[in-house]
């Protein structure tokens, strides 16, 4: 399977820990993105990378989120200190440069739940 | 702020005939839109595209139409088939990369 992958597809957590996801985005893909999806909404766009370079943070939600992509290939999200508002889906999508980059190819997404 | 909007939550249509979603938004500097389809338990998956500086763009069964003077848009499928029940969102690019997406609507379509 060469589409995008996340890991773990669901995380259950309490109230003031701290959760860390992974995507493995398509391997020539070179723009990999995080959104988050709540109920009855659309994905929401958290933050962008340009191969290692995170071009794109301000819409993170909170400093309690911060992403990496330290190699240019796989991305992580951390949330610490979760909070209930934390509840929702977190998808990663990436896409190959030029114009053909504005297509997304979305993962499964990883359910979180904060108790 | 919710800049690209889907004031249709759901619609359903008979099979064999035409469905017509559509996506508002308020962001005169979009300058490319997209649609999406989405299974459940699934992501999002690219459906069709359009530039802002086209008002028209056909693959197959889907076309995108854009009216940026009415900053609208809207999907069509024609004809409507069983597997096109689904979630559709629009969303828009931004500059920088950022894409903002619609709250969704909710295709049934009835065989």
């Known amino acids: 399977d060469t589409g995008v992958s996340q890991d773990p597809r669901h995380k259950i957590t309490k109230r003031g820990q701290n959760v860390t996801f992974r995507c493995d985005p398509i391997?020539?893909?070179?723009?990999l993105y995080w959104y988050r999806q709540t109920l009855g909404q659309g994905p929401e766009f958290l933050t962008y990378?340009?191969?290692?370079?995170?071009?794109?943070k301000s819409r993170l939600l909170s400093d309690r989120f911060s992403a990496e992509r330290p190699k240019g290939s796989f991305s992580t999200l951390e949330i610490q200190r979760t909070e209930q508002g934390d509840s929702a889906m977190y998808l990663c999508?990436?896409?190959?440069?030029?114009?053909?980059?504005?297509?997304?190819?979305f993962g499964p997404g990883t359910r979180l739940t904060v108790l | 702020d919710q800049q690209v909007k889907q004031n249709s939550p759901s619609l359903s249509v008979q099979e064999g005939r035409i469905s017509i979603l559509n996506c508002d938004y308020t962001?005169?500097?979009?300058?490319?839109f997209l649609w999406y389809k989405k299974y459940p338990a699934e992501g999002p998956t690219f459906l069709i595209s359009?530039?802002?500086?086209?008002d028209k763009n056909e693959d197959g069964r889907f076309t995108v139409f854009l009216n940026k003077s009415a900053k609208h848009l809207s999907l069509h499928i024609v004809p409507s088939q069983p597997g096109d029940s689904a979630v559709y969102f629009c969303?828009?690019?931004?500059?920088?990369?950022?894409?903002?997406f619609g709250t969704g609507t909710s295709l049934t379509v009835i065989p």
């Open positions: 990378f340009q191969n290692e370079a995170q071009l794109e």
């Open positions: 969303a828009a690019r931004y500059t920088g990369n950022q894409f903002y």
């Open positions: 999508a990436s896409s190959p440069s030029g114009l053909a980059g504005n297509e997304q190819f």
């Open positions: 359009i530039s802002s500086i086209k």
């Open positions: 962001n005169s500097m979009f300058d490319y």
């Open positions: 391997s020539e893909h070179n723009r």
